[in-house]
């Protein structure tokens, strides 16, 4: 079996929880607690030289890092059910807003960058989250105008996929730094219809064993 190490507040994690799910992939989970820096030792760069989560280990002992690195594998070695459509063109605009999210929003906000401008820049508490809650809201903006052209049940398709893999996780961090979701109707329509399929809940952080209890 496969082993994913990642955290259950960990954005990047969740989008590969997501993909596990709907693709019906069982995994252990061994979580890295990076409230208590856990990242930062040896035992844990020595799988991700960038001292992040997630890493998913195959059972041929590979490590693969990076979340959407590692969809792009689940979806070539365990292509059904597929996470992005057939059509090129869809394909590539879906992997765009999902880069939107992956490679413009979450990197300014995560936590390493909040922990740097709290340190060096004077920031507490308020200055952090509203920092978040800025870079969160730029892209939303974005986002909320192409999924208001979808014209599909889902992002460009019919059925969850890619897309929602990093939409759901980017929308529970947006809550979590005050973003008022209010503002980005269709995000938030598509975040209410994933609410009870099970790969969403399964993926949730609420739901994985390392959550503290307090
Ligand atoms: N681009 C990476 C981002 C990974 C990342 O930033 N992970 C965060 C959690 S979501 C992390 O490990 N943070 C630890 C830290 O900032 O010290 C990916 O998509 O996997």
């Not at 019906?24 to 992040?52: C, M, R, Y």
């Not at 059509?87 to 740097?116: E, F, H, M």
């Given at each position: 079996?496969?082993t ?17 799910g709907?693709?019906g ?16 030792l ?15 280990e ?50 300014i ?19 952090v ?18 999924a208001?052209k979808?014209?599909?049940t ?18 529970y961090?947006?809550r ?39």
């Amino acid at each position: 079996m496969m082993t994913l190490y990642g955290y259950w507040r960990s954005s990047a994690s969740y989008r590969v929880r997501i993909a596990l799910g709907l693709k019906g992939i069982d995994v252990i989970h061994k979580p890295v607690n990076l409230k208590a820096g856990e990242q930062l030792l040896p035992s844990h760069t020595e799988l991700n030289a960038q001292a992040l989560v997630p890493v998913l280990e195959l059972e041929d002992g590979s490590r693969l890092t990076q979340s959407l690195a590692i969809l792009d594998y689940l979806e070539e070695a365990y292509p059904k059910p597929s996470l992005l459509p057939s059509d090129p063109v869809k394909c590539a605009q879906i992997r765009a807003a999902s880069q939107i999210i992956a490679a413009d929003i979450a990197p300014i906000q995560n936590l390493r960058v909040l922990k740097y401008i709290r340190a060096e820049h004077g920031q507490g508490d308020e200055g952090v989250k509203a920092w978040a809650a800025h870079w969160i809201a730029e892209g939303f903006r974005a986002l909320e105008s192409l999924a208001s052209k979808s014209n599909q049940t889902f992002f460009l398709r019919d059925e969850p996929g890619y897309f929602e893999c990093c939409l759901i996780p980017q929308i529970y961090n947006a809550r979590r730094f005050g973003v008022n979701m209010n503002s980005f109707p269709n995000l938030l329509h598509l975040d209410e219809i994933v609410k009870y399929h099970p790969a969403f809940v399964a993926a949730h952080p609420s739901n994985q064993n390392d959550m503290p209890s307090n």
